[in-house]
Nanobody, 122 residues
Framework: VQLQASGGGLVQAGNSLRLSCAAS????????IGWFRQAPGKEREGVSC????????YYADSVKGRFTISRDNPKNAVYLQMNSLKPEDTAVYYC????????????????WGQGTLVTVSS
């Protein structure tokens, strides 16, 4: 199961971006979905994830209060609204299916698709 992330770009600190995650050939409805990011020289980390129904969400401490994850199952899409962006948010962002239990964080289940680059300038 491979997902496609889009919506990245270059923004100034304090501004916003909305990332989209789409799938082709299968329905996202049955999966918990997570957003992950990898900054230059750093390991990939889980940023946020959402249950299959959308009723439960998880946020890493570094983005809590600034990022909002949502999903639109009829549109077969998951979104990550990123507000108050900081230079340290600069990374390639990926989406992937995750284990259903997201209470403690996002554990990738499916394969990595193409990410989208977010660059935040100071």
């Amino acid at each position: 199961v491979q997902l496609q992330a889009s919506g990245g770009g270059l923004v100034q600190a304090g501004n916003s971006l909305r990332l989209s995650c789409a799938a082709s050939g299968f329905l996202l409805d049955y999966y918990a979905i997570g957003w992950f990011r990898q900054a230059p020289g750093k390991e990939r980390e889980g940023v946020s994830c959402i249950s299959s129904s959308g009723g439960s969400t998880y946020y890493a401490d570094s983005v809590k209060g600034r990022f909002t994850i949502s999903r639109d199952n009829p549109k077969n899409a998951v979104y990550l609204q990123m507000n108050s962006l900081k230079p340290e948010d600069t990374a390639v962002y990926y989406c992937a299916t995750t284990l259903a239990d997201i209470v403690a964080g996002c554990v990738k289940l499916g394969s990595w698709g193409q990410g989208t680059l977010v660059t935040v300038s100071s």
